[in-house]
């Protein structure tokens, strides 16, 4: 699936839709709910800007700002690894993130990703995404989409459940 050829990986899960839909804050109640159901998450986020990987000022920020290709900086509670250039894509990202059991990839609308997409009222009114993508709508307007579930925004537990699914059936055809 779309370069993501580890059999024993996680299940990858898109989580998209229009600017300002709500991606995030999804992600963001998802996260938990599966934690408590014994999953570990992880997640890549595509930035269309220019994004700081540091702190003006701190030591990695120095490094990378004299020139250095890489930086990473680690403790005994977190790592990072900054890549100066391009040629990255979440799936050579994803090859950094072992022993998860979901990996959220939150926006990747055009992707072949399987995904949730979010749709709120107040930003979209219908979904932008393929919706032979589509795992499930998180919309909060009427709508019908022939084998798509549907599902409000803020139903983070049958959201979750329909993620948990979505892992096990992973696990199902490794």
Known sequence: ?????DPCGPAVLAISGVKNS?????????IPLLSERGFRSGVIKHDGHD????????????????GAESVGIFSE????????????????????????????LEGFKHSGHPKIEVVRKAVSIAPVCAPETLLALAIDLPFHLDGVPICH??????????????????????
């Open 1 to 5: 699936m779309n370069g993501f050829t």
């Open 22 to 30: 709500g991606k995030t804050t999804l992600i963001e109640r998802l």
């Open 51 to 66: 994004f700081s990987p540091d702190v003006e000022g701190t030591d990695t920020h120095r490094l990378l700002t004299a």
């Open 77 to 104: 509670a977190k790592s990072m690894l900054v890549r100066m250039g391009g040629g990255v894509d979440e799936t050579e990202l994803a090859r950094h993130m072992g022993g998860l059991d979901i990996l959220f």
């Open 153 to 174: 925004p803020d139903d983070i537990k049958g959201l979750a459940e329909l993620v948990e699914r979505h892992i096990r059936k992973k696990r199902e055809n490794d």
